[in-house]
């Protein structure tokens, strides 16, 4: 930990006990001008004692007059830094501010002398582009601008940093491909560029370029290319470029000196094994291995055993072809193992139990057999999942005992008895559910009552299919003695099991849309889940899901069709929108389309679960949110008491113990910090689909109804990409926007399609809706003539009376200047002129300079 101010200070007063002035416009004057300009030195200390060689910061030459390095590391220096201070340093070789609160670079500070050498400004909240000017550094070795706000393209000066050796710019916001004047930089020895926003490939000949490099870290962008870019790193022992888009063989990522190699969540293919043929890798280098979350074929390395220093292994969630457990149990060091979803059959073997590093092992969503008693062997086992398996016996609650760093363990969706009585109710809930036959000594059947409720039981499912049948047949009796020509034909509940036809077409109706599925057998219309391709979901288990996409299932009804709320097997909670649109795609060009939206991952964005083909509906599965959405939210309905145009009044089913909250007037949305977490969230996102995305996608209809929110009341866009399902006759009917929340430009006669500047638009009346508590139309506002919330709130900024918007349930949290600066952000969204418009990568930044402490 560092000093902080008030340390900085007490050292200070030891250090100097004498009245001798630094000397204008030397090194010692421009250092203590600045520590006094940033907050380290109170405004009282004039004077200080000798020379700033003698200060523990501080470092000089051997003459004792230029300053050749200053630590200022956790000091507690805030705001920009200012002119002639540490700018003037001509002699400076290291600088080290990181760790503080530095928003700004002074305009001489990209002037310092050539011969500095070390650069670190990390974690701090440096916002804007990165200059051209840092190719003033031509001597530069180390440069850290990690963990801050910088955006825009990395210049192509970095060309002239030839010197270069150490490249740290990871969780910043820069976009753009990375130059191809990095190439220059051919004394790289690292480079983190990971959590940015970079798109395009790797620069042609990037391999070849860095024969010293020995770390490189690209992960978490949208960086495209093949495994062959990297031919040619001849020194490099860590690669990590996961959560990117690269695809094709990985042949070639397997080199010698590797020992870190993490490929995970991108689009390789092909057989894992061809990894063999290339003679030239060494497995016992291997310390940490993740290629989970690709698209890999066939079976595991056959050389695996050879990793016998390998600590982490992850295959997790690829298409490897059905085989049995590999054989493992030399791998004497192993501390995380993930197989889950990789096609294992078999049982598992007593060898495993020799593992004795062993903290994590999952072996979830395979066709698993057998039991698993002898796990207790493992005695630092700290996570267990086995669940979606066909494990058999009783469960091992004694094998749980013999555990005792067992901190997490899941037996879900499994063919166990349970004869322990000893698990609580809560564990119950969590880690065995579907799991369990009958037994003599079986547990307290009440213990198990959630499960029934939740997951439809057997029991539950014939109680409803006995309702079912009981509705079908008085409807019919009514149609037939009423001689009505048109029927609803109603369709029987059935488990996911069972083979359900249908004579289609037949028609669901809510309260505003009936839509027609011509499915005639439901088994036989497959639903992809991108992450579980291994349970083979069907059209079937989305009507046993959704109850036959019953009323009492409707969550919302949007634009592009219903949504419902359902269960998958395996406990998949799933919110699933009904696209009732007629598409001008075929079915192959929305299941490519469906895939890419799949792999748009970002943490403000609900994620794509899945989707499935049925007849003329394209149906898009999404992860369920929740908590809602932003509009009830704000406007005062608490959670499960829903309005009747949007949600179901019967969509929650827990019990006393797990309720949902009412979230009430005293919830989170009473803070400004909630708030702005909200908005900047959203503004994350937008920004993510904007320049993170290639090509763009713009939303086109950003709304606060199309903003949810999740278990951690974090915001997640709604929405995004399915227009472009629809061909141009929905993307027509979207350019027009929801009401209250279109641009202006989109009431012109000859408007034109959406853009990047129409988002923005919509964006800032959701700001404005999170400050003022109204909604965009049909609410009171003061002045009558001004009958929209952006004409109102507009007028109030014009006229320097922002404070008179805010909402009076957040008016008293004492941080009114910055929900005021907050609604001048919002007056830029909305400017009648899209050019007038900020992006969205700039509104990222200004939110973040207003964000609360």
């Not at 060091?333 to 994590?360: K, V």
């Not at 839509?515 to 991108?530: E, H, N």
């Not at 009804?557 to 909670?573: A, D, K, N, Q, T």
């Not at 309720?659 to 702005?676: C, D, K, L, Y």
């Amino acid at each position: 930990m560092g000093l902080g101010l008030f340390g900085s200070i007490l050292v200070l007063a030891l250090f100097f006990r004498h009245s001798v002035s630094q000397q204008p416009n030397t090194d010692g004057f421009y250092v203590y001008d600045f520590l006094q300009k940033m907050g380290v030195i109170s405004s009282e200390a004039n004077n200080i004692s000798a020379s700033v060689c003698s200060w523990q910061w501080v470092f000089c030459d051997a003459h004792r007059e230029n300053v050749i390095g200053l630590v200022a590391y956790d000091l507690g220096i805030f705001g920009v830094i200012p002119d002639n201070t540490i700018g003037k340093l001509n002699k400076l070789g290291f600088l080290d501010l990181s760790n503080n609160k530095i928003t700004g670079l002074s305009s001489d500070f990209w002037g310092l002398g050539s011969s500095l050498k070390t650069l670190n400004i990390s974690y701090n909240q440096i916002s804007g582009s990165l200059p051209s000017n840092i190719g003033n550094f031509g001597a530069l070795q180390n440069l850290d601008l990690s963990f801050n706000n910088f955006s825009g393209e990395l210049p192509a000066s970095v060309s002239s940093l030839s010197s270069l050796r150490v490249l740290n710019l990871d969780r910043n916001q820069f976009i753009g491909s990375i130059p191809s004047g990095i190439l220059n930089c051919q004394s790289l020895v690292s480079i983190d560029l990971s959590f940015n926003l970079l798109t395009g490939t790797l620069p042609d000949g990037f391999g070849a370029a860095f024969p010293k490099l020995k770390s490189l870290n690209l992960a978490e962008n949208e960086i495209q290319g093949r495994s062959q870019d990297f031919v040619g790193l001849q020194s490099i022992t860590y690669l990590n470029i996961s959560g990117n888009l690269f695809q094709g063989s990985v042949i070639f990522v397997f080199q010698e000196p590797l020992q870190v190699i993490d490929i995970s969540r991108n689009q390789f293919e092909g057989h894992i094994s061809q990894v063999q043929s290339n003679s030239s890798f060494n497995w016992t280098r291997l310390v940490f291995l993740d290629i989970s979350a690709n698209q890999f074929s066939g079976t595991f390395f056959q050389d695996l055993n050879k990793a016998q220093n390998l600590r982490h292994l992850n295959l997790a969630h690829n298409k490897f072809s059905a085989q049995e457990f590999p054989q493992i149990e030399k791998l004497s060091a192993l501390e995380y193992l993930n197989l889950s979803q990789t096609g294992l059959t078999g049982s598992i073997p007593s060898a495993i139990s020799q593992l004795d590093t062993l903290r994590t092992l999952d072996l979830s969503g395979n066709h698993l057999t057998g039991r698993i008693t002898y796990l207790g062997g493992i005695k630092n086992l700290q996570v267990l999942d086995v669940s979606r398996n066909n494990l058999t016996g009783e469960i091992p609650y004694s094998m749980l005992q013999k555990l005792p760093m067992m901190q997490k363990f899941n037996f879900s969706y499994n063919n166990f008895t349970l004869c322990a009585s000893q698990f609580s109710p809560e564990t119950l809930d969590s880690a065995f559910i579907g799991s369990l036959n009958s037994c003599p000594i079986a547990a307290n059947p009440d213990l198990f009552r959630r499960k029934a409720t939740t997951h439809n039981g057997l029991k539950l499912a014939l109680a409803i299919s006995l309702a079912i049948v009981c509705l079908l047949v008085g409807l019919l009796c009514l149609a037939f003695g009423c001689k009505r020509k048109s029927r609803m034909w109603v369709v029987k509940q059935q488990s996911y099991k069972e083979d359900q036809n249908i004579s289609g077409p037949f028609s669901f109706h809510t309260d505003s849309t009936t839509w027609v599925a011509d499915v005639k057998a439901a088994t036989s219309v497959p639903v992809v889940i991108f992450e579980k391709p291994l349970l083979n979901f069907t059209f079937a288990d989305l009507l046993s899901a959704t109850s036959n996409f019953d009323r009492g299932t409707l969550l919302a009804e949007g634009r592009f069709g219903p949504v419902y709320r359902g269960f998958l097997h395996g406990g998949i909670h799933v919110a699933v929108k009904v696209l009732v649109h007629g598409s001008t795609m075929t079915d192959q060009e929305a299941a490519r389309e469906f895939e890419y939206l799949g792999r748009i991952r970002h943490p403000n964005l609900v994620p794509l679960t899945g989707y499935c083909l049925a007849g003329d509906q394209r149906i898009a599965i999404y992860n369920y949110m929740e908590n809602g959405n932003l509009q009830n939210l704000l406007h005062d309905l608490p959670l499960g008491v829903q309005t009747t145009e949007d949600w179901s009044t019967d969509t929650w089913e827990e019990d006393n113990n797990n309720a949902i909250q009412n979230v009430g007037s005293e919830g989170p949305q009473t803070t400004w910090r909630f708030r702005h977490r909200i908005a900047l969230g959203t503004a994350r996102a937008l920004a993510f689909l904007h320049h993170g995305c290639s090509p763009p996608i713009i939303h086109r209809d950003v709304k606060a109804s199309s903003v949810y929110l999740d278990s951690n009341w974090d915001p997640r866009l709604s929405d995004f990409g399915l227009a472009k399902i629809f061909g141009n006759g929905l993307e027509d009917e979207m350019a027009f926007g929801s009401q209250g929340y279109a641009p202006p430009e989109f009431s012109q006669p000859e408007a034109g399609s959406p853009t990047p500047k129409s988002d923005v638009y919509g964006f800032g009346v959701v700001l404005f809706e999170l400050i003022t508590g109204k909604k965009p139309i049909d609410d009171d506002h003061p002045d009558e003539q001004n009958s929209n919330l952006v004409t109102w709130v507009r007028e109030l900024v014009r006229k320097n009376q922002g404070s008179s918007a805010i909402d009076p349930k957040i008016q008293g949290t004492g941080q009114q200047a910055q929900m005021v600066e907050a609604l001048r952000i919002g007056y830029l969204c909305t400017a009648d002129l899209p050019s007038k418009r900020p992006s969205m990568h700039q509104l990222v930044g200004l939110l973040k300079d207003i964000e609360p402490i």
